[in-house]
């Protein structure tokens, strides 16, 4: 069962959203909150897969909070998923510097909610992949960056490859096919590499490619 903590000020939205997860038998919401310091203090008390975060919220932001969140140990498998009303809100940079597995747009689809918020759970895709390369394209400038070979070094040469495709946005049996894998066995690869980097999630790993120079904005695989 996948847990959902709904965090937006707007109750209208709560509810609406709230009534999509619930109307699904493999998730349930465990909490709403409406402002950001209920949000991280229902988080802490809920734990939830998955938290579905505003940007714009009374009483510390949404991004004060998606900091909080990922900065608070024993909450490494909660992923915070991003709610803006504009894809390319600047807010929303600065939420996946800060930590969050991806972001939606408030008038998305109901399935693409779900969707996402089974995606986020598992960890092991991004979401909206073309808005969201061309989100951590824009962030990529603003990185700070650090030498790849420290960082990096920890990874085969395979796994660096892997790296690489995941950055361009590939999924794990897109990645099997240009490496001539098993998708079982890309898979395995992604989630080492994310076990050496310490990264919670594919989005964070394609944060670590661009911090690094692995990848440039406007590289084509």
Known sequence: M???????????????????VDAESDMTVVGQAATGRDAVALVRRTRPDVVLMD??????????????IVGTPGLEH???????T????????????????GFLVKDTEPAELLRAVRVAAAGDALLSPGPTRRLLERVAGGLRRTEAP????????????????????????EIAERLFL????????????????????RVQLVVTAYETGLVAPGWQP
Not at 78 to 84: A, D, G, R, S
Not at 182 to 201: E, I, N
């Open 2 to 20: 996948i847990r959902v903590a709904l965090a937006d000020d707007q109750a209208l939205i709560r509810a609406g959203f709230g009534a999509l």
């Open 55 to 68: 940007i714009r919220m009374p009483d510390g932001d949404g991004l004060w909070a998606t900091r909080e």
């Open 78 to 84: 909660c992923h915070v998923v991003v709610v803006t």
């Open 86 to 101: 504009f894809e390319l809100d600047e807010y929303v940079a600065d939420a996946v510097r800060a930590g969050a597995s």
């Open 150 to 173: 420290e960082r990096l070094a920890v990874l085969t040469d395979r796994e660096r490859e892997v790296l690489v495709l995941v950055a361009a946005g590939l999924t794990n049996e």
């Open 182 to 201: 098993s998708p079982l066995t890309a898979k395995t690869h992604v989630s080492r590499v994310m076990g050496k980097l310490g990264a919670r999630d």
